[in-house]
């Protein structure tokens, strides 16, 4: 097991110990009192921090995305009403996760939701929040960890700068983990939306296959179907956990994007813990819910509570001001 994976595991302990904690948007911890600074001396402490900064690890989780547009997941708002609004009107399907835990009547029906689900993240642009992220990490060496699967960062950075924890709609595995192989998903989608039409089902011949077993397939993502956790979920870890590795004695900020109460011991609780572990290490946490910041981190920490797009946007514009 990986350095950042074991990290992972311990909080994941944690959070099953005090469920109902979590449960009701808090957590377990002394708190800091909340920042006396305001939204614009707190915009500017960000910048500062990421300028001071001998390198960042990015954190980005589902708040970001949704930040920037992609807030279909949850609830029937209108921007799953644009890419969902046919399977909504027949199946009364309330979010996109509320669909791939459907309890579908055919597989040509299922996969030709899933194709749409699919095909909806990854053909989507790079979101706003995004860019600006990537406008205040210019020329600076940085890393992103990511529990989001929609493809964003990887249309920004390389595959080795990125680790995908918790998967990727790129791809598909066998449904029953018969091989520790995964494959290419974004060319069969393809197909499948071409073939499906208004009909909302797909030819029988396009449901995706295990070239190994010839088992139906299902994408390589956790969190609805059996997530292979094999080599290249292992290699995801490994990459984060060689970055931290090589920066230990740097000035690392670590910047939290996103991060909901759901899943609390990917991204958020391990940086906590690497903030009190490592002496120059700082962290600043952005979030239009949740303030959360430990007692212990609280003199090296900060919660911008505040929408993320907004955040990042103003911070790059304050960025741009500050080098003229």
Same mark, same amino acid.
């Given at each position: 097991?990986?350095?950042?994976?074991?990290?992972?595991?311990?909080?994941?302990?944690?959070?099953?110990?005090?469920?109902?904690?979590?449960?009701?948007?808090?957590?377990?911890?002394?708190?800091?009192?909340?920042?006396?600074?305001?939204?614009?001396?707190?915009?500017?402490?960000?910048?500062?921090?990421?300028?001071?900064?001998?390198?960042?690890?990015?954190?980005?989780?589902? *708040?970001?995305?949704? #930040?920037?547009? !992609?807030? &279909?997941?949850?609830?029937? =708002? /209108?921007?799953?009403?644009?890419?969902?609004?046919?399977?909504?009107?027949?199946? *009364?399907?309330?979010? #996109?996760?509320? !669909?791939? &835990?459907?309890?579908?009547? =055919? /597989?040509?029906?299922?996969?030709?939701?899933?194709?749409?689900?699919?095909?909806?993240?990854?053909?989507?642009?790079?979101?706003?929040?995004?860019?600006?992220?990537?406008?205040?990490?210019?020329?600076?060496?940085?890393?992103?960890?990511?529990?989001?699967?929609?493809?964003?960062?990887?249309?920004?950075?390389?595959?080795?700068?990125?680790?995908?924890?918790?998967?990727?709609?790129?791809?598909?595995?066998?449904?029953?983990?018969?091989?520790?192989?995964?494959?290419?998903?974004?060319?069969?989608?393809?197909?499948?939306?071409?073939?499906?039409?208004?009909?909302?089902?797909?030819?029988?011949?396009?449901?995706?296959?295990?070239?190994?077993?010839?088992?139906?397939?299902?994408?390589?993502?956790?969190?609805?179907?059996?997530?292979?956790?094999?080599?290249?979920?292992?290699?995801?870890?490994?990459?984060?956990?060689?970055?931290?590795?090589?920066?230990?004695?740097?000035?690392?900020?670590?910047?939290?994007?996103?991060?909901?109460?759901?899943?609390?011991?990917?991204?958020?609780?391990?940086?906590?813990?690497?903030?009190?572990?490592?002496?120059?290490?700082?962290?600043?946490?952005?979030?239009?819910?949740?303030?959360?910041?430990?007692?212990?981190?609280?003199?090296?920490?900060?919660?911008?509570?505040?929408?993320?797009?907004?955040?990042?946007?103003?911070?790059?514009?304050?960025?741009?001001?500050?080098?003229?």
């Amino acid at each position: 097991m990986s350095f950042y994976e074991d990290l992972v595991t311990q909080t994941q302990m944690n959070y099953e110990r005090y469920y109902p904690v979590y449960a009701r948007g808090e957590a377990p911890y002394e708190l800091a009192e909340p920042s006396p600074l305001s939204y614009e001396e707190q915009v500017e402490h960000l910048v500062h921090e990421i300028q001071k900064a001998d390198c960042v690890l990015v954190g980005g989780a589902s *708040g970001l995305s949704a #930040a920037g547009g !992609g807030d &279909f997941y949850y609830g029937d =708002t /209108p921007s799953f009403r644009e890419h969902f609004g046919k399977f909504a009107e027949r199946y *009364g399907i309330k979010g #996109a996760f509320d !669909g791939s &835990f459907r309890r579908w009547e =055919t /597989p040509e029906e299922k996969w030709a939701y899933l194709s749409t689900f699919l095909h909806t993240t990854q053909s989507a642009p790079v979101r706003a929040p995004y860019l600006d992220l990537d406008a205040l990490l210019d020329g600076k060496d940085f890393f992103v960890l990511t529990t989001n699967q929609d493809t964003q960062f990887v249309k920004l950075y390389p595959e080795e700068q990125v680790a995908e924890i918790q998967g990727d709609h790129r791809f598909f595995q066998c449904a029953r983990c018969c091989t520790d192989d995964t494959w290419d998903a974004v060319e069969p989608v393809r197909k499948m939306i071409e073939a499906q039409g208004d009909d909302m089902r797909i030819p029988s011949e396009l449901i995706p296959r295990c070239p190994h077993c010839g088992g139906e397939a299902f994408p390589w993502v956790r969190g609805y179907g059996n997530f292979l956790q094999g080599a290249k979920y292992q290699d995801e870890y490994e990459k984060v956990s060689r970055w931290l590795g090589a920066h230990t004695d740097e000035r690392v900020l670590f910047l939290e994007l996103g991060v909901g109460r759901m899943t609390p011991m990917f991204i958020q609780e391990p940086f906590w813990n690497l903030t009190l572990a490592l002496p120059k290490a700082r962290y600043i946490s952005i979030n239009d819910r949740y303030d959360l910041l430990p007692a212990q981190i609280a003199d090296r920490g900060l919660v911008i509570v505040a929408d993320i797009a907004r955040v990042l946007s103003d911070a790059r514009a304050d960025l741009a001001r500050v080098r003229g």
